[in-house]
């Protein structure tokens, strides 16, 4: 589907939130599904979570780590972009019986954006934890954002520099929330260390270097508890104990 880029801008140091239109698109994506978007003269399509969408449109949420999102990140308004939307299994709200954590680190914050809507209109208590290294990496617009839609958002850096000092494990400690599911996407190790700090179920999505997007090449395949799963179709999101760490 052809989207046209209708914003696209810095949110913090180092990340930008894009959104794109499409009267195509119905804006039916899932906390934890993706996009798969065709950068040109790149052969490999990049793939981000979508942080929200609605009718004709969707947003993501991206950090500059290499050449393709470095150029994404300098794409004007008009710009036309070839994108595969909706793909992979998102988040299953329904494993959350009255309050969820979610827990986010760095980029892992774009598909809790929109998790934090489902699960909030579905009246849940949700908590959002984000880990960030320094202040400056905070977007804060987003985490208003998150708070509007009816999520209480606690913060952790690495420096101090805002909110807990520490891990998001950190944070969870110092608040105490009690919770009985939670979700999480980020790092792979501050979500090793959420299921070692957790003990109630939960669900991570994970990343994996893509070719299709689409289940057909198992390019993606990781080793799980049940076997080699594709995480563009099988996931990106799987329960806890599924991962192998
Ligand atoms: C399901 C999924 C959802 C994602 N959601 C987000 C998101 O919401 N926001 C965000 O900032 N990032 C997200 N990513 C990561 C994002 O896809 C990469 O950062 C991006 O593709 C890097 O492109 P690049 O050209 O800038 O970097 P490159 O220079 O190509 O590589 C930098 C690093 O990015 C990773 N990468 C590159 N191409 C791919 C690919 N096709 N598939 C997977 N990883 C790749 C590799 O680990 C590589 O080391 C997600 C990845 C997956 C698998
Ligand atoms: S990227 Fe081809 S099967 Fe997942």
């Known amino acids: 589907m052809i989207f046209t880029v209708t914003s696209n801008g810095q949110a913090a140091s180092g990340t930008f939130r894009m959104v794109l239109s499409s009267p195509e698109y119905h804006g039916s994506a899932r906390g934890g599904q993706f996009a798969y978007i065709l950068l040109p003269g790149y052969y490999l399509r ?5 942080s929200d969408c ?5 947003e993501i949420i991206y950090c500059t780590v290499g050449n ?25 709200i329904r494993a959350t019986k009255d309050a969820a954590v979610l827990f986010g680190g760095g980029a892992g914050i774009a598909p809790l ?36 839609s009816g999520a209480e958002v606690l913060i952790a850096t690495m420096d101090g520099s805002a ?24 790092p792979l190790p501050m979500m090793k260390a959420v299921c070692k700090a957790v003990d109630c179920g ?13 289940g057909i090449c198992y390019g ?19 329960d806890r104990e599924d991962i192998i760490w």
Not at 46 to 50: E, K, Q
Not at 69 to 82: C, F, I, K, V
Not at 83 to 92: I, Q, Y
Not at 170 to 186: K, Q, V
Request: hydrophobic share 40%; glycine share 14%.
């Open 202 to 214: 939960g669900q991570v999505s994970m990343e994996a270097r893509m070719g299709c997007g689409t």
């Open 68 to 92: 393709g999102t470095r150029e994404l990140s300098g794409m004007a308004p008009g710009t036309r972009l070839d994108v595969l939307a909706d793909l992979g299994h998102g988040f299953d």
């Open 54 to 58: 609605g009718e004709g449109w969707l």
């Open 113 to 148: 954006k929109l998790l934090a809507r489902e699960l909030a209109a579905a009246g849940k208590k949700v908590t959002a934890i984000f880990g960030f290294n320094r202040a400056v990496d905070i977007p804060e617009a987003i985490m208003d954002e998150i708070r509007s």
């Open 163 to 186: 909110g807990t000092k520490g891990f998001v494990t950190d944070a969870l400690r110092e608040h105490g929330c009690s919770f009985d599911y939670w979700y999480s996407c980020g």
């Open 46 to 50: 990049r793939p981000f979570a979508i």
């Open 220 to 238: 993606c395949s990781i080793m799980t508890a049940k076997g080699a799963r594709r995480v563009c179709k099988d996931g990106p999101v799987f």
